[in-house]
């Protein structure tokens, strides 16, 4: 009797919630300002975000941080994995559960201010003698498949985007928004008026949290929820104020 219920007490921890919340995992990639390592500890907008809703919903989910790609292969080869900070199109839309937006954004390309001569349509930026984007994700596929024949695939992150247009390697750089250029800009010490946003929108969409097909159905609308409730409390807008501030500074 006494190990039929030691037995059973086993099944039970086994089976318990605790090691069913271990089995799910978060990814998400280095992109600032909505995902990226500071101090060694993974921050950003999107970030704090994620562990609001994981806050409301008592989950306690592994963060890893991973190159883009293989983030999104994690996502459509690990199960029960959730991304964030991604954008939500046609051809991934069967791909996921989706939770969001958290926050909707533009990517434009940008060249140096003092550029000659200056780009200002979509005609001269497919006649550009270089435009620089990182080795693998959305925006380079966007260009590919819109006929760009001048883009140099080479960026591993970010920073060296920026890096390559000061040293002037590259006549333009694609793969941020807005306020990723921003926070780029003052970590690597750019000054105001060096960058020049050509006026030509690559990509408009919402970033979102994706969940893979086989995560539990109430773990998503749960976290729905609990977005709503950041949403409606207002603390949503004090993250997005709070980087923006950051950006700003």
């Known amino acids: ?14 089976l318990g919630s605790p090691v069913r919340a271990e089995q799910y995992q978060v990814v998400t ?28 919903t008592g989950d306690n989910f592994e963060v890893v941080l991973l190159p883009s790609m293989r983030g999104i292969r994690e996502s459509k080869t690990r199960p029960k994995t959730i991304i964030y900070s991604l954008f939500r199109t046609a051809e991934r839309e069967p791909l996921y559960k989706w939770v969001g937006p958290i926050v909707e954004e533009s990517i434009y390309p940008y060249q140096l201010a003092n550029a000659q001569p200056p780009v200002n349509s979509l005609e001269q ?25 001048n883009l140099q695939r080479i960026a591993t992150e970010s920073r060296q985007l920026y890096r390559l247009l000061l040293a002037g390697r590259t006549d333009i750089i694609v793969g941020d928004t807005a306020a990723g250029v921003a926070y780029y800009s003052r970590q690597l010490n750019i000054a105001p008026g060096t960058l020049r946003q050509i006026p030509v929108e690559i990509y408009r969409s919402s970033l ?13 609308a749960a976290w729905a929820d609990a977005l709503e409730q950041l949403r409606h409390s207002g603390e949503l807008a004090r993250i997005q104020d709070r980087y923006s501030q950051r950006i700003g500074q």
């Open 125 to 149: 930026l497919l006649h550009a003698p270089r435009i620089t984007t990182r080795q693998a994700g959305l925006i380079p596929d966007i260009l590919q498949a819109r006929g760009f024949n």
């Open 208 to 220: 979102y949290i994706a969940f893979s097909r086989d995560c539990d159905d109430k773990l998503v």
């Open 29 to 56: 990639e280095e992109w600032a300002p909505y995902n990226y390592l500071e101090n060694n500890q993974l921050t950003g907008m999107s970030t704090e975000i994620v562990r609001g809703i994981m806050a409301l």
């Open 1 to 14: 009797m006494k190990h039929s219920i030691f037995t059973v007490a086993l099944l039970c921890l086994l």
